[in-house]
């Protein structure tokens, strides 16, 4: 069983692949600046993640390890990232 999740809905200590970057549908111009924006930083389908810290107030922003960078995302930024987690099967 594959576990897939968004990675807005991520915890602390959560590793996993990105599976999916953005949404199949581009119908807002704003979707399409986002995914664009995510790609440039690193979020690209196969790069590894995990979510080191959650912001103190509604857990957002969020600190997230990419691969071998640090990138803090608003949760509906993580929201257009879809991540396979680590040890589903375990």
């Known amino acids: 069983m594959t576990d897939t999740i968004k990675l807005s809905q991520a915890r602390r200590g959560d590793r996993g692949v990105i599976v ?3 949404a199949h549908c581009h119908h807002q111009e ?3 600046e986002l995914e ?4 440039e930083l690193g979020f690209v389908e196969g ?4 979510l080191l810290h959650e912001g103190l107030f509604g857990r957002d922003p969020i600190a997230i390890k990419v691969d ?8 509906h930024e993580a929201a257009n ?8 099967s375990a």
């Open 47 to 50: 790069a590894r993640v995990e």
């Open 68 to 75: 071998d960078m640090r990138v803090a995302l608003r949760r």
């Open 36 to 39: 664009r924006r995510l790609l």
């Open 20 to 22: 999916q970057v953005g």
């Open 81 to 88: 990232l879809t991540v396979r987690l680590d040890g589903a």
């Open 30 to 32: 704003h979707e399409v």
